[in-house]
């Protein structure tokens, strides 16, 4: 049984991987951190058996979390059915919020097996100028 669907706002592990967009680049040469850019970064894509079984509808925006940090991005379908529990971004400022600098002896960070909390989320995607300031 989903105990999750009880909750108001319940939290899904996912395991999310990084990849390189020909759509992004092309953004992020044209205007660095513009509207464009930010269209192709800020999101989440995940199956539409996962999207349907956590509740989340396209469009809906959707927080991240794990112990490096949290961010909200839109949630977006995948073009294939892909394995339940996997989700895809784009390699970018708010991908990288959630990559642990741990490298485990290899010398390059997990790039491509993020594990963090999902939920559905009211706020506002989160702002390149949030990702970049100091703390």
């Known amino acids: 049984m989903d105990v999750g669907k ?3 706002n319940p939290e899904y592990d996912i395991r999310i991987t990084t990849y390189r ?5 092309a953004a992020l040469e044209h205007d660095r951190w513009g509207d464009e850019y930010m269209k192709h970064s800020a999101a ?8 349907k079984k956590m509740g989340f ?3 809906e925006r959707v927080k991240l979390s ?3 940090g949290s961010i909200v991005v839109d949630v977006r379908e995948t073009k294939r059915d892909e394995p339940g ?3 895809f971004m784009v390699n970018s400022l708010w991908s990288n919020a ?3 600098g741990d490298t485990g002896g290899k010398g ?3 790039f491509k097996d993020i594990r963090a909390k999902v939920s559905l989320s009211k706020d506002e995607v989160t702002t390149v100028e949030k990702l970049v300031s100091v703390k």
């Open 6 to 8: 009880f909750l108001k």
């Open 21 to 25: 967009d020909v759509f992004q680049m």
């Open 44 to 51: 989440v894509f995940m199956s539409k058996l996962d999207m």
């Open 57 to 59: 509808k396209k469009g």
């Open 66 to 68: 794990n112990a490096q």
């Open 85 to 87: 529990g996997i989700a």
């Open 98 to 100: 959630l990559v642990s």
């Open 108 to 110: 390059i960070p997990e």
